[in-house]
């Protein structure tokens, strides 16, 4: 009269494995469900009372008590019907115990027995996966989405009693496999290429540093000058994600509600573009049933603001604690829910409020004092944050059109990429004794002990103190990106050259800070 | 006054006639205590079954099971308990059932409905 | 006293004498100077106006001439009184290059007020002259020698002149050698600017800073060949040498010039930036001023 069957709860982007104990004893006839449940898991009772009477099988009238164990976490959703339903079954005898042992369950019943899709489904999956469960029961409407599990069995039920037919082994499902996931390099060859921009060489170089160790870059110009465009270059030259990035990808979309309808694994690297109207609880996430919001939705991926000073001063304060721990942690009223956020900010603006600063033939209306304002309001934190501040502008027809005739070496997104790839394979190598695993990662004694300058390089610093009045964190911010660029280049010691290729990327936003140049 | 009383005694002693022939064990008629009444109380194997008999003239009040609302059923339950604790019945399997009676000019419908609870 | 030994002469048959000169229409036959006659071979811009000049005059004619003096260009003017004098002074001071074209043999000081103007131009610059020495200062001479100013200079600039100044003349030649003609523009009621605003308005460019001049004839890159190289590597300079011949270049441009990657293009701008060689703004990158 008693039973223990394995289901899973989502806490955060994590699932905790839940036991659901179904006891049933003499008395009143009813059901209680314990354990902490909200509204969606005790109206799951008259969900399963009905659905069990009208799949043709006996409720049991006798008291019975479920508790989902552990009991003092809060559950919810509405896909422990399933496991529920089928521990009265195992406890009222329809189904043996011995059976529904080896498998998790999750599921939501309609009242006539049919098992409906859930959502969350793969964050659930891959939870239960992570605790050492190997065989999973599920409804058939979630069947696509969670077959990237290769080390899964899993068996799609359709109906309650297709999960009673196949654990009384009187019609045995099979497992189901899904169809062989696209490979990496198909999904790219549909992406967007850096070969379609023509011109900005120097761009695509900061980007490709940037990329090699995921530092963070401001792209400051004029409308039109091609921000968007590059911003969404920049995924398909970050190294293919590994199947556990997958994974915690697919998560993350999956929590969200975000996964397309025939599921799959997401292999491209995310890439969000939120609006600059966007509150903080979008972009954090959020609800009193939390959801992601838009920097968890990048998680591994590139977080692209264009119009960064126009978000609100909250929404950008939002972005600290990912900046810094590569995680955000959102609390409501009933839970505090961590997301992991290892994000890349590409932060785009104009040079001034009317964005024609420095345009060739468009005149800028600002006044000094609001291009000031304007692009004081990146101070602080998060400007630190960001390594590399670079000016972009548009290429002038003359040599769109030179481009196009003579044959210049146009960086493509694929060699872009391999140079990232062997570039983070050496910072990974590197860091392998340490809590880091990129240059962007480089806390200052790490520096010191990571990145030793010669005395060349040590000169070029001084002079760009002295020319660009830069801070001591510019300095550091140099140091690293020198790093990076080394490791780009294949080079074991940090020389002058990347130095002064490094010192590049920061020197416009210290000399030209709050500076109105010719208009 | 004495006509609503004399129904209900009517659709009581129906309903106790029903029950015998489908072989309840009748054990308590009218149980009163200080939380309220039960009209029957019997045995369907080993199933304690408290019993609401509900009798009606007509249809223009509705279904006489119709009647038996949420409150009704609460000072049923407390009858309930107190009964069971009364007589140390805590580990039998028990319900509650409804008999609706229909006394309509052309005959007496009767209809039982199981485990309302 | 002037030493007779000190003046030399070239023929315009002589590999030496300046080719801008020579295309003029009626060049000289023969030029006599003392100095040094290497910086007819210079960027030269001419700077000339009327003798009576206002303090806003003085103060145009020494400072733009100063600063072009600064970036390698070499002042060319008459030695008169008022505008020239301060042309040349400025050039002087800049510790830059100056000529003077007399109206007069080259041992002659006219105005006499000159003298000590003369040595210094002697020493620092060139004094140059179609008439042999010991010939005096005669009033036709002078508008003659006039065209031989523009015609060394790849612009002429009229910094104050009346409606009736020789400056006129001037750039009046400078046009038919095909030369830029420069203006200061003064106050529209000041009757020594009448001359000079009425240039701008047949059509000379106005010039509101000396970069305007050094813009429209390209002389920016001049002062990067002129200055040592020598804290400069081999890389550097030939970037350099792109960006001067160009005056402006954005990064695409000199990627695609140069045969370098981006990567070694920014940072050898950047070396250069540091080195205060070129500026960069706006995605551009300039000779620095």
Known sequence: MYSRILTGSIMGIDAETVTVETDISSGLPSMTIVGLPDTSVREAKERIRSALRNAGYQFPSKRITVNLSPADSKKEGTHFDLPIAVGVMVASGEISAGEAAQYAFFGELSLDGKVNAVQGAIALAIGLRNKGVRKLILPAGNRHEVSILTDMEIYPVAHISDVEAHLSGMNPLMPFRGRP??????????????????????????????????????????????????????????????????????????????????????????????????????????????????????????????????????????????????????????????????????????????????????????????????????????????????????????????????????????????????????????????????????????????????????????????????????????????????????????????????????????????????G | MDDRKQLGKLGEEKAVRYLISKGFKILDRNYKCKTGEIDIIAMEGKTLVFIEVKTRRGLSYGLPCESVTSAKKRHLLRTLRYYVAFHGLEEMDMRVDVIEILALRKGIYLNHIKNIV | MVNKEQIRSVTINDPNYPELLRQIKKPPEELYYRGDFNLCHTPCLAVVGSRKATPYGKWAAYNISKLAAEHGVTIVSGMASGIDSYAHMGALDAEGKTIAVLGCGPDICYPRTNRDLMDRIVRFGLILSEYPPGKGPLAGQFPVRNRIISGLSYGVLVVEAGLESGSLITAGQALDQGREVFAVPGNINSMYSAGANKLIADGATPVTSVDDILDLLGIREIRSLIKDDVLLGEDEKALLQFIADHGMLTMDRLCLLSGKSPATVSSLVTVLEMKGRVQTSMGKIYIAK
């Open chain 1, 181 to 518: 996931r696209k490979s990496s390099r198909e999904v790219c060859e549909s992406g967007e290429d850096f070969v379609d921009v023509a011109g900005q060489e120097g761009v695509k170089r900061a980007l490709q540093v940037a990329a090699a160790a995921a530092h963070n870059i401001l792209m400051v110009g004029p409308p039109g000058a091609g921000k968007t465009m590059m911003a969404r270059r920049l995924p398909g030259i970050l190294p293919t994600m590994t199947y556990e990035e997958c994974l915690e990808v697919t998560r993350i979309y999956s929590l969200a509600g975000q996964l397309p309808a025939e599921g799959g694994l997401i292999t491209q690297r995310p890439f969000r573009a939120p609006h600059h109207t966007i509150s903080p609880t979008a972009l954090a996430g959020g609800g009193s049933k939390p959801r992601p919001g838009e920097v968890p939705l990048a998680h591994f991926g590139v977080l692209f603001l264009d119009e960064f000073p126009e978000f609100c001063r909250k929404a950008l304060e939002v972005l600290r604690q990912p900046l810094e721990d590569e995680k955000i942690t959102i609390a409501r009223a009933s839970a505090t829910v961590t997301y992991p956020a290892k994000i890349m900010l590409v932060a785009a603006m104009n040079p001034c409020p009317c964005g024609n600063l420095g345009h060739s033939t468009r005149k800028c209306t600002c006044s000094e004092y609001q291009v000031i304002q304007y692009r004081s309001k990146i101070s602080g934190p998060l400007a630190d944050r960001i390594d590399i501040h670079i000016e972009i502008f548009p290429v002038p027809y003359e040599e769109l059109i030179d481009s196009a005739g003579r044959n210049i070496k146009k960086g493509n997104s694929e060699q872009m990429r391999n140079a990232v790839e062997i570039a983070r394979s050496v910072q990974i190598d590197r860091y392998r004794r340490e809590r880091i695993s990129y240059n962007s990662q480089l806390t200052p004694p790490l520096i010191k002990k990571y990145c030793p300058l010669d005395r060349e390089s040590e000169q070029l610093l001084k002079m760009a103190f002295e020319t660009y009045s830069l801070t001591a964190r510019s300095g550091l911010k140099i140091i690293k990106l020198a790093r990076t660029i080394a490791d780009l280049e294949q080079e074991e010691n940090i020389s002058a050259v990347h130095v002064a290729e490094a010192i590049s990327y920061n020197r416009f936003y210290t000399a030209n800070r709050g500076g109105k140049a010719n």
